[in-house]
Protein backbone atom coordinates (compact mmCIF):
# COMPACT_ATOMS: atom_id res chain seq x y z
CA UNK A 1 0.00 0.00 0.00
CA UNK A 2 1.51 3.82 -1.24
CA UNK A 3 1.17 6.22 1.99
CA UNK A 4 -1.62 8.22 1.21
CA UNK A 5 0.78 11.67 0.31
CA UNK A 6 2.00 9.27 -3.28
CA UNK A 7 -1.42 8.27 -4.07
CA UNK A 8 -2.55 11.60 -3.79
CA UNK A 9 0.38 12.40 -6.01
CA UNK A 10 -0.59 9.58 -8.53
CA UNK A 11 -3.94 10.15 -8.92
CA UNK A 12 -3.22 13.78 -9.64
CA UNK A 13 -0.35 12.67 -12.56
CA UNK A 14 -3.28 10.55 -14.06
CA UNK A 15 -6.15 13.41 -13.93
CA UNK A 16 -2.87 15.69 -15.92
CA UNK A 17 -2.59 13.35 -18.51
CA UNK A 18 -5.83 12.45 -19.51
CA UNK A 19 -6.73 16.57 -19.59
CA UNK A 20 -3.30 16.93 -21.72
CA UNK A 21 -4.96 19.21 -24.28
CA UNK A 22 -1.71 18.39 -26.58
CA UNK A 23 -3.20 14.48 -27.07
CA UNK A 24 -6.77 15.40 -29.00
CA UNK A 25 -6.93 13.40 -31.87
CA UNK A 26 -6.39 14.80 -35.37
CA UNK A 27 -8.79 15.51 -37.57
CA UNK A 28 -8.98 13.08 -40.65
CA UNK A 29 -7.51 14.29 -43.37
CA UNK A 30 -10.02 15.34 -46.13
CA UNK A 31 -9.81 13.87 -49.21
CA UNK A 32 -8.94 16.25 -52.30
CA UNK A 33 -11.28 16.42 -54.80
CA UNK A 34 -9.95 16.36 -58.31
CA UNK A 35 -11.59 18.12 -60.70
CA UNK A 36 -10.88 17.28 -63.99
CA UNK A 37 -10.21 19.36 -67.08
CA UNK A 38 -13.03 19.25 -69.37
CA UNK A 39 -12.10 17.55 -72.52
CA UNK A 40 -11.09 19.04 -75.39
CA UNK A 41 -13.97 18.11 -77.79
CA UNK A 42 -12.98 15.68 -80.63
CA UNK A 43 -12.06 16.91 -83.94
CA UNK A 44 -14.60 15.99 -85.95
CA UNK A 45 -12.82 14.33 -89.50
CA UNK A 46 -14.16 16.04 -92.84
CA UNK A 47 -16.54 14.45 -95.31
CA UNK A 48 -15.69 13.15 -98.06
CA UNK A 49 -17.48 15.97 -99.26
CA UNK A 50 -16.44 18.34 -98.19
CA UNK A 51 -12.45 17.30 -99.60
CA UNK A 52 -14.09 16.40 -102.64
CA UNK A 53 -13.99 19.04 -106.16
CA UNK A 54 -17.22 20.01 -107.39
CA UNK A 55 -17.91 18.15 -110.80
CA UNK A 56 -18.76 20.54 -113.48
CA UNK A 57 -17.62 19.26 -116.21
CA UNK A 58 -19.43 18.74 -119.71
CA UNK A 59 -19.36 15.16 -121.77
CA UNK A 60 -21.28 14.34 -125.01
CA UNK A 61 -24.63 12.42 -124.46
CA UNK A 62 -25.06 9.38 -127.09
CA UNK A 63 -27.11 11.85 -129.60
CA UNK A 64 -24.02 14.41 -129.70
CA UNK A 65 -26.18 16.73 -127.56
CA UNK A 66 -23.99 18.07 -124.71
CA UNK A 67 -24.78 17.38 -121.14
CA UNK A 68 -23.77 20.08 -118.73
CA UNK A 69 -22.97 19.02 -115.22
CA UNK A 70 -24.14 22.33 -114.09
CA UNK A 71 -27.46 21.81 -115.57
CA UNK A 72 -27.52 19.08 -113.15
CA UNK A 73 -26.68 20.67 -109.77
CA UNK A 74 -29.40 20.72 -107.23
CA UNK A 75 -29.98 16.65 -107.86
CA UNK A 76 -27.83 13.28 -106.75
CA UNK A 77 -26.27 11.77 -109.75
CA UNK A 78 -24.92 8.79 -110.23
CA UNK A 79 -22.28 8.21 -112.34
CA UNK A 80 -21.49 4.46 -114.10
CA UNK A 81 -19.38 3.10 -116.46
CA UNK A 82 -21.08 0.55 -118.94
CA UNK A 83 -20.43 -2.16 -121.48
CA UNK A 84 -22.59 -4.30 -123.32
CA UNK A 85 -20.91 -7.81 -123.20
CA UNK A 86 -20.17 -7.81 -119.82
CA UNK A 87 -20.98 -10.24 -116.95
CA UNK A 88 -22.37 -7.20 -114.84
CA UNK A 89 -24.33 -5.96 -118.06
CA UNK A 90 -27.30 -7.30 -116.55
CA UNK A 91 -26.63 -4.24 -113.98
CA UNK A 92 -28.45 -1.95 -116.31
CA UNK A 93 -31.83 -3.52 -115.56
CA UNK A 94 -30.78 -2.56 -111.72
CA UNK A 95 -30.16 0.77 -112.75
CA UNK A 96 -33.25 1.55 -114.88
CA UNK A 97 -35.70 0.06 -111.82
CA UNK A 98 -32.82 2.60 -109.20
CA UNK A 99 -33.73 5.34 -111.76
CA UNK A 100 -37.54 4.71 -111.66
CA UNK A 101 -37.85 4.27 -108.16
CA UNK A 102 -35.68 7.93 -106.97
CA UNK A 103 -35.99 9.68 -110.34
CA UNK A 104 -38.98 11.90 -108.79
CA UNK A 105 -37.04 12.68 -105.68
CA UNK A 106 -34.24 14.13 -107.68
CA UNK A 107 -31.74 11.40 -108.77
CA UNK A 108 -30.08 11.12 -112.30
CA UNK A 109 -28.21 8.25 -113.04
CA UNK A 110 -25.79 8.32 -116.14
CA UNK A 111 -24.19 5.49 -118.07
CA UNK A 112 -20.76 6.41 -119.45
CA UNK A 113 -19.99 3.15 -122.13
CA UNK A 114 -16.58 2.28 -122.20
CA UNK A 115 -14.53 -0.31 -123.60
CA UNK A 116 -11.27 0.09 -121.26
CA UNK A 117 -12.45 -3.51 -119.81
CA UNK A 118 -11.68 -6.58 -121.59
CA UNK A 119 -12.90 -4.84 -124.60
CA UNK A 120 -16.60 -5.52 -124.35
CA UNK A 121 -17.81 -2.37 -125.03
CA UNK A 122 -17.04 -2.45 -128.90
CA UNK A 123 -20.02 -0.94 -130.63
CA UNK A 124 -20.54 2.67 -131.67
CA UNK A 125 -23.22 4.99 -130.54
CA UNK A 126 -26.14 4.10 -132.74
CA UNK A 127 -25.62 0.37 -131.29
CA UNK A 128 -24.91 0.93 -127.92
CA UNK A 129 -28.24 3.30 -127.94
CA UNK A 130 -30.03 0.27 -129.43
CA UNK A 131 -29.10 -2.18 -127.10
CA UNK A 132 -29.68 -0.42 -124.13
CA UNK A 133 -33.39 0.41 -125.19
CA UNK A 134 -34.45 -2.89 -126.85
CA UNK A 135 -32.67 -4.98 -124.26
CA UNK A 136 -33.08 -3.18 -120.76
CA UNK A 137 -35.75 -0.29 -121.93
CA UNK A 138 -32.81 1.90 -120.50
CA UNK A 139 -34.51 5.86 -120.33
CA UNK A 140 -32.00 7.62 -117.96
CA UNK A 141 -29.14 9.77 -120.08
CA UNK A 142 -26.37 7.91 -121.58
CA UNK A 143 -23.16 9.15 -122.51
CA UNK A 144 -20.69 8.33 -125.66
CA UNK A 145 -17.85 6.32 -125.00
CA UNK A 146 -15.53 7.46 -122.77
CA UNK A 147 -11.73 6.15 -121.47
CA UNK A 148 -12.49 5.74 -117.92
CA UNK A 149 -8.56 5.00 -117.25
CA UNK A 150 -5.53 4.84 -119.12
CA UNK A 151 -3.15 7.84 -121.29
CA UNK A 152 -6.81 9.29 -122.74
CA UNK A 153 -8.41 9.25 -119.33
CA UNK A 154 -11.94 11.25 -120.07
CA UNK A 155 -11.35 14.76 -117.98
CA UNK A 156 -14.62 13.36 -115.60
CA UNK A 157 -12.85 9.89 -115.02
CA UNK A 158 -9.62 11.67 -114.25
CA UNK A 159 -11.13 13.78 -111.42
CA UNK A 160 -13.28 10.97 -110.36
CA UNK A 161 -10.72 8.50 -109.62
CA UNK A 162 -7.47 11.32 -109.32
CA UNK A 163 -8.57 14.62 -107.16
CA UNK A 164 -11.73 12.87 -104.63
CA UNK A 165 -10.60 12.07 -101.19
CA UNK A 166 -8.98 9.07 -99.85
CA UNK A 167 -11.98 5.58 -100.03
CA UNK A 168 -12.96 7.13 -103.09
CA UNK A 169 -10.56 8.01 -105.84
CA UNK A 170 -7.98 5.01 -107.27
CA UNK A 171 -8.04 3.91 -110.88
CA UNK A 172 -11.24 2.17 -112.39
CA UNK A 173 -10.85 -1.59 -112.42
CA UNK A 174 -13.74 -2.75 -114.08
CA UNK A 175 -16.92 -2.03 -115.44
CA UNK A 176 -19.83 -1.06 -113.55
CA UNK A 177 -18.43 0.94 -111.20
CA UNK A 178 -20.25 3.90 -109.32
CA UNK A 179 -19.90 7.30 -108.09
CA UNK A 180 -22.16 8.88 -106.31
CA UNK A 181 -22.29 12.55 -106.72
CA UNK A 182 -24.49 14.80 -104.20
CA UNK A 183 -26.48 17.56 -105.38
CA UNK A 184 -23.66 20.29 -104.49
CA UNK A 185 -21.53 18.44 -107.21
CA UNK A 186 -19.31 16.81 -104.70
CA UNK A 187 -18.47 12.89 -104.75
CA UNK A 188 -19.43 11.57 -101.60
CA UNK A 189 -19.36 7.74 -102.16
CA UNK A 190 -17.87 4.96 -104.60
CA UNK A 191 -19.28 1.40 -105.12
CA UNK A 192 -17.27 -1.07 -107.26
CA UNK A 193 -18.25 -3.13 -109.76
CA UNK A 194 -19.62 -6.37 -107.88
CA UNK A 195 -21.75 -4.54 -105.92
CA UNK A 196 -25.90 -4.71 -106.76
CA UNK A 197 -27.24 -1.47 -107.77
CA UNK A 198 -29.93 -1.69 -105.36
CA UNK A 199 -27.91 -2.93 -102.59
CA UNK A 200 -29.13 -1.41 -98.91
CA UNK A 201 -25.53 0.54 -98.89
CA UNK A 202 -25.97 1.90 -102.37
CA UNK A 203 -29.59 2.69 -101.57
CA UNK A 204 -29.11 4.14 -98.42
CA UNK A 205 -26.46 6.17 -99.45
CA UNK A 206 -28.55 7.54 -102.60
CA UNK A 207 -31.47 8.40 -99.95
CA UNK A 208 -28.93 10.81 -97.90
CA UNK A 209 -28.56 13.21 -100.69
CA UNK A 210 -31.70 13.17 -102.35
CA UNK A 211 -32.69 16.53 -102.54
CA UNK A 212 -36.27 15.82 -102.36
CA UNK A 213 -37.51 13.73 -99.05
CA UNK A 214 -39.57 10.71 -99.69
Known amino acids: MLPPMLRSL ?18 PAQAEVAKAAPAAPAEAKPSPAAES ?13 QQKFSELRGKAILVVNTASECGFT ?7 ELYGRYKDRGLVVLGFPSNDFGGQEPGDATQIKDFVASKYAIDFPMMNKVHAKGPEIAPIYKTLTEETPEGIR ?16 RVVARFESPIDPLA ?3 TTAIEKVLPVAG
Do not use: M, R
Not at 10 to 27: H, I, M, R, Y
Not at 53 to 65: F, K, M, N, R
Not at 90 to 96: D, G, T
Not at 170 to 185: C, Q
Open 53 to 65: PVIDHTVEALDGS
Open 90 to 96: PQYAKLQ
Open 200 to 202: PEV
Open 10 to 27: ALLALVAAACDSSSTPAK
Open 170 to 185: GEVKWNFTKFLIDPTG
